[in-house]
T-cell receptor, first 114, second 113 residues
Framework: ETGVTQSPTHLIKTRGQQVTLRCSSQSGHNTVSWYQQALGQGPQFIFQYYREEENGRGNFPPRFSGLQFPNYSSELNVNALELDDSALYLC?????????????FGPGTRLTVL | DQQVKQNSPSLSVQEGRISILNCDYTNSMFDYFLWYKKYPAEGPTFLISISSIKDKNEDGRFTVFLNKSAKHLSLHIVPSQPGDSAVYFCAASSKTSYDKVIFGPGTSLSVIP
């Protein structure tokens, strides 16, 4: 059974560009959540997808968008990058919707915006 | 507005002693609480959770205590081991927003051999 994987590991972009981050869920998991972790802070909830539909969203602007595919892999897209978007982006998969089911996190993608 | 607070950024404990990590929350709608552990270059891993209908939950060396009236929870690790050195995140969720988990800023625990 493979765990949650994310690609790429590191990424450097410039302000105004667009970025796509990818996540492969743990086998059998149909729910994926994305988090942004800024330096020195805890992960902040961006959104959750369940069976290819957005299931909930945190306080992030619309330029943060996502997709979940039939094989339950997922993408996080960020348009018009800003310097403050520099952070570790984590995805987490779970078997069930909701916060009470254990979430399994990937190692993250470190995004630097210059 | 931080809804989940961990006021100690770091904590050092001798191997074999008890580690106590504290967490406070402000939202009275929170009814489920979790602790995650994070090693460098890895994602957080689930450690232990507690529902608001309980005041204590134990799993091996790890015990979480919940004091609803004080909006406070704590994680006890007994005995502490060097492998426990990591960042610990307290997190919370509510039935009204069940998809969303709110994390605290974390406490870095160092267990000294």
């Amino acid at each position: 059974e493979t765990g949650v994987t994310q690609s790429p590991t590191h990424l450097i972009k410039t302000r105004g560009q667009q970025v796509t981050l990818r996540c492969s869920s743990q086998s059998g998991h149909n729910t994926v959540s994305w988090y942004q972790q800024a330096l020195g802070q805890g992960p902040q909830f961006i959104f959750q997808y369940y069976r290819e539909e957005e299931n909930g969203r945190g306080n992030f602007p619309p330029r943060f968008s996502g997709l979940q595919f039939p094989n339950y892999s997922s993408e996080l897209n960020v348009n018009a990058l800003e310097l403050d978007d520099s952070a570790l982006y984590l995805c987490a998969s779970s078997l069930l919707r909701g916060a009470t089911d254990t979430q399994y996190f990937g190692p993250g993608t470190r995004l630097t915006v210059l | 507005d931080q809804q989940v607070k961990q006021n100690s950024p770091s904590l050092s404990v001798q191997e074999g002693r008890i580690s106590i990590l504290n967490c406070d929350y402000t939202n009275s709608m929170f009814d489920y609480f979790l602790w995650y552990k994070k090693y460098p270059a890895e994602g957080p891993t689930f450690l232990i959770s507690i529902s608001s209908i309980k005041d204590k939950n134990e799993d091996g060396r790890f015990t979480v205590f919940l004091n609803k009236s004080a909006k406070h929870l704590s994680l006890h690790i007994v005995p502490s081991q060097p492998g426990d050195s990591a960042v610990y995140f307290c997190a919370a969720s509510s039935k009204t927003s069940y998809d969303k988990v709110i994390f605290g800023p974390g406490t870095s625990l160092s267990v000294i051999p």
